[in-house]
């Protein structure tokens, strides 16, 4: 697969089937870190222990590591603060239609879609799905 030019990752990492031996036995390129970790960021007196875990386990197997269910900017400062480069949901965008979406994938290659991004309100969405947080597809 790769060499057709797939990626691979291990999807909802922390929570089913996924577990830490596969991430000795399998080429992996990415981490997704489960949407029921991400929800926890922001709320007050919870321990974020686990997500920052997560992050630096993916960091150390030099993988990237993508962020689901973002919703709240909250969660997309945190993940940023963390040098977590890509994420997706609805704070980032509702799903959209092809045309939209080529739209706003070219803007977040060029740099300037995702800028925005913390300037919104809570709940408002943006105009994409599963960018790069950092302003830059990479």
Known sequence: LRDMGFRIAIDDFGTGYSNLHYLQQLPLDALKIDKSFV????KEGVNLTVIESIIDLGRALKLDIVAEGIETRAQLQYLRARSVKYGQGYYISRPLELDAFIRFYEACRDG???????????GQAGDGDAMGLTGTQG
């Not at 995702?114 to 919104?120: E, F, I, N, R």
Request: hydrophobic fraction near 40%; proline fraction near 0%; charge should be negative.
């Open 112 to 122: 300037g879609a995702m800028d925005g991004l913390l300037d919104q309100q809570d």
């Open 39 to 42: 929800d926890i960021i922001g």
